[in-house]
């Protein structure tokens, strides 16, 4: 297939590494020249460079996946979708998708949203690897009026770098990653208090796990929060709420309830992470 | 040396190993006679009875190591005080202090506390493993009463297993585990929240990290709030007052001060976990 990735970071990299050794004619584009020739010199991308219109072939494009940050997604769009064919499948990976689904299929017919749940600690496409989507979900949140050939041709696509693609309404997939991921993040970072001084050596594995994803990349907390305000914020209400119950039950020593809280805390655990 | 552990599980089981491959003559006891048996058939003691008092030289120990459950530790040491020599240096090994220190004290002198940050995923001796306290904090929560050269006589021992080894009041001790360990247990089990249906197929890394040490042994969990209840309850409200805080930024839309927020989270968890 004939494919464009527009932007080459971690995601778009990865995406590109996988696509080119299954033989696709890759092309991908990146404001900044230096990544567009590290792309190609790497085998990210069979061709690339800032302006999608001077590469051959980019307006007969099976495929475009908009890689950039959420919020280029629409004003990407915007700009390409004049000149994009109206047989082209235009997807994103972006992590929120009810603010862009509707105003994408808008702006060309043949929009799926995707959400590959993958990434990695680094940023750019110096932190891209090969095989990063396989064994991991990568949900696609077409529209009810949505082209189903399209649908299908992103599941088949994404089916053979090894993801499993689920599908969800978009409002659906933002409630669910607000509840395992967007919002734990803000719950991770409140465990984060200032040591006195005898903590910071002390700290282990747990603190270190449990903290580990609020004391992330500030930015991209913010833009979860931002984007997908709405269910991150019903998200953190019961996760407060939660806090609160145990807090109580240690005030008024209600030992029994609150083992049997925890209990019910590893019992919920094990239906997301079955041992 | 003489060592005598009694309770042969995780921590008594490990402390055995190692103890063991240092040459010490090493004495345990558990309740269950199969443990014992398969204490000396694994090299975690070289002579292990339910009763120590039938272990040849028991009367004579150099130091013996209080491993059994926190509520074990007071009355443990009260029944065996008056058989003790004492010469013998008493520890434990139990993850709160003030609420036993100056009682074990008063029970034998000769008393120091202790405290390895040490663990693993399992329970009893089967999930013991040699080496677990290498490049390990373990606490000593010696009284300003306690004698100097047993606190020298723990701390080298302890040192010689490849443990850093740290001096703290018990209140100080107390106060550090409610901030790094107890107090992010609740924290951790609050972010687990029941699932609509699609949440469980797409959880990832982050989720599981947040959420491991919240799902985990929900006994200890209480005995950790029950043992340390004040400690904790100062940590949680530290805790719930940054969770809310963080609820109105992203309520009242204030993303500059949210992505601040992140950042000090961000910085706070390099003073614990430098890269």
Not at 43 to 49: I, M, Q
Not at 210 to 219: D, K, S, V
Not at 268 to 273: A, D, E, G, I, P
């Amino acid at each position: 297939m004939n494919i464009g990735i527009l932007g080459l970071g971690l995601i778009g990299g990865s995406l590109g590494y996988d696509l080119v050794n299954r033989n696709h004619y890759v092309w991908g584009t990146s404001r900044n020249p230096d990544t567009c020739r590290q792309a190609v010199d790497r085998g990210a991308a069979c061709v690339a460079h800032p302006d999608w219109q001077a590469i051959p072939g980019s307006d007969r494009a099976d495929v475009v996946v908009l890689c950039g940050p959420i919020a280029t997604i629409l004003p990407t769009l915007q700009a390409i979708a004049p000149c994009l064919s109206p047989d082209t499948v235009v997807t994103d990976v972006a992590s929120v998708k009810s603010c862009l689904c509707q105003e994408a299929a808008a702006l060309h017919p043949r929009f799926v949203g995707g959400h590959p749940m993958a990434g990695g600690s680094g940023q750019g496409l110096a932190a891209a690897v090969p095989d990063l989507f396989r064994d991991r979900p990568w949900v696609l949140t077409p529209l009810p009026s949505a082209d189903r050939a399209a649908v299908t041709l992103l599941q088949t696509l994404w089916e053979s770098l090894g993801a499993k693609v689920w599908e969800l309404a978009p409002a659906a997939h933002d409630r669910a990653v607000a509840r395992i991921s967007h919002g734990p993040v803000f719950v991770s970072a409140s465990a984060l208090v200032p040591p006195h001084g005898h903590e910071t050596q002390l700290a282990s594995s747990g603190f270190f796990d449990t903290t580990r994803i609020g004391g992330g990349n500030p930015q991209l907390g913010r833009l979860m929060a931002q984007y997908n305000r709405e269910a991150v914020l019903v998200t953190l209400q019961e996760n407060a709420a939660r806090l609160a119950w145990a807090i109580a039950a240690i005030e008024q020593e209600r030992w029994d309830d609150l083992e049997a809280w925890l209990q019910e805390a590893a019992r919920l655990r094990q239906t997301y992470f079955p041992t």
